[in-house]
């Protein structure tokens, strides 16, 4: 079975990826920690530069980069597999690494409707298991015929012994079916993580912007919570985008820590706003009432969590107005791949 050595630079860390496997697949499994989300090739945070050799990419082309970062010699790291030995510039995440990944059952303790797309699944750990996790991270359900759906973890980490979920039920979605029309209370699932490299970096204490779309508010939840808990004062501002107010499944909480703490402040942003739409709202894309709000992003992180659409045009939009790309760190949600094309193609 062919192998192939990849060296990762500046780092110099060196891990071996067999034959058939992703280079993102091999180095999270010789504990080498590469930024990643969807794993699907579609948001982009996997990009790395080859400096010495070739891949090709036997299942998806890469999709989230353009033709300029082809030509500059990026690449998927989800997808590319070596045809040689390689070198590739790509930034290491020192902070995961000595937080194990598990499996573990869970079960049901509670499942809530919060809108009427979008129930809320908290989920009981074995008495002698806990997930250690950073918040922003998600975790993967494991189902049936090896298919997998990832869920952002909703509560912080100090929560020892349960995970709250955010399910969205999507039409045409087997899993998400069956989460809102047949999964009782006391049910037990499989869960592996935690995994995904979305998380709050604390290396320089810059103001925060969080924005996110749908179901996206939940991991940006975790790490607020994880934030108040912990005592962190830096200023957060938060965007959270959905179609309409009904959407905005837990709009009262982030009024709430507005509210009680000066540092964070809050703006709901309705793409189609209507009569019950939130005071003061936006009406508009979220990422343009994060525009209207900070036209220079060049001294902010920005945080942001939801679907493809809304992460691929705010993330250029943003770096067009001043936001370091080094400072900008998202999760990008996908839907499994047994859910329709037509599905994939419809907004959150």
Same mark, same amino acid.
């Given at each position: 079975?062919?192998?192939?050595?990849?060296?990762?630079?500046?780092?110099?860390?060196?891990?071996?990826?067999?034959?058939?496997?992703?280079?993102?697949?091999?180095?999270?499994?010789?504990?080498?920690?590469?930024?990643?989300?969807?794993?699907?090739?579609?948001?982009?945070?996997?990009?790395?530069?080859?400096?010495?050799? %070739?891949?090709?990419?036997?299942?998806?082309?890469?999709?989230?980069? %353009?033709?300029? %970062?082809?030509?500059?010699?990026?690449?998927?790291?989800?997808?590319?597999?070596?045809?040689?030995?390689?070198?590739?510039?790509?930034?290491?995440?020192?902070?995961?690494?000595?937080?194990?990944?598990?499996?573990?059952?869970?079960?049901?303790?509670?499942?809530?409707?919060?809108?009427?797309?979008?129930?809320?699944?908290?989920?009981?750990?074995?008495?002698?298991?806990?997930?250690?996790?950073?918040?922003?991270?998600?975790?993967?359900?494991?189902?049936?015929?090896?298919?997998?759906?990832?869920?952002?973890?909703?509560?912080?980490?100090?929560?020892?012994?349960?995970?709250?979920?955010?399910?969205?039920?999507?039409?045409?979605?087997?899993?998400?079916?069956?989460?809102?029309?047949?999964?009782?209370?006391?049910?037990?699932?499989?869960?592996?993580?935690?995994?995904?490299?979305?998380?709050?970096?604390?290396?320089?204490?810059?103001?925060?912007?969080?924005?996110?779309?749908?179901?996206?508010?939940?991991?940006?939840?975790?790490?607020?919570?994880?934030?108040?808990?912990?005592?962190?004062?830096?200023?957060?501002?938060?965007?959270?985008?959905?179609?309409?107010?009904?959407?905005?499944?837990?709009?009262?909480?982030?009024?709430?820590?507005?509210?009680?703490?000066?540092?964070?402040?809050?703006?709901?942003?309705?793409?189609?706003?209507?009569?019950?739409?939130?005071?003061?709202?936006?009406?508009?894309?979220?990422? %343009?009432?994060?525009?209207?709000?900070?036209?220079?992003?060049?001294?902010?992180?920005?945080?942001?969590?939801?679907?493809?659409?809304?992460?691929?045009?705010?993330?250029?939009?943003?770096?067009?107005?001043?936001?370091?790309?080094?400072?900008?760190?998202?999760?990008?949600?996908?839907?499994?791949?047994?859910?329709?094309?037509?599905?994939?193609?419809?907004?959150?």
């Amino acid at each position: 079975m062919a192998r192939h050595k990849v060296t990762i630079s500046p780092s110099g860390a060196e891990f071996t990826v067999r034959e058939g496997e992703s280079v993102l697949d091999a180095a999270l499994r010789q504990g080498v920690m590469l930024p990643y989300s969807c794993k699907n090739g579609t948001c982009g945070s996997c990009k790395g530069r080859i400096e010495q050799g %070739e891949v090709h990419y036997p299942f998806h082309p890469p999709l989230a980069l %353009e033709r300029a %970062e082809i030509a500059a010699g990026y690449t998927l790291l989800c997808q590319a597999e070596p045809l040689e030995d390689l070198v590739v510039a790509a930034r290491e995440i020192a902070a995961l690494r000595d937080i194990p990944v598990r499996m573990m059952p869970a079960r049901v303790l509670e499942k809530t409707k919060l809108a009427p797309n979008v129930m809320r699944l908290r989920l009981k750990l074995p008495k002698s298991q806990r997930l250690q996790f950073l918040a922003g991270q998600y975790v993967d359900i494991l189902l049936p015929g090896g298919k997998r759906r990832a869920f952002s973890l909703a509560n912080p980490p100090s929560l020892e012994d349960e995970i709250e979920l955010h399910v969205r039920h999507v039409e045409g979605g087997d899993f998400t079916g069956w989460v809102f029309e047949h999964l009782k209370e006391r049910d037990i699932l499989r869960v592996e993580g935690p995994l995904g490299t979305f998380f709050v970096r604390h290396d320089e204490a810059r103001p925060m912007i969080m924005m996110a779309g749908g179901t996206g508010f939940a991991p940006l939840k975790s790490m607020i919570e994880d934030l108040l808990e912990a005592g962190d004062r830096r200023s957060i501002h938060l965007f959270w985008g959905a179609r309409t107010a009904e959407e905005l499944y837990l709009h009262d909480l982030p009024g709430t820590w507005a509210a009680k703490h000066a540092h964070i402040r809050y703006r709901a942003a309705l793409s189609e706003a209507g009569a019950d739409a939130p005071a003061g709202c936006f009406r508009g894309l979220v990422h %343009e009432a994060v525009l209207q709000a900070y036209p220079d992003l060049s001294g902010h992180d920005v945080y942001m969590s939801g679907p493809p659409a809304m992460i691929d045009e705010a993330r250029h939009a943003f770096f067009e107005h001043g936001l370091p790309e080094s400072r900008l760190f998202y999760d990008s949600f996908e839907f499994g791949l047994d859910v329709p094309v037509r599905i994939l193609a419809r907004p959150h």
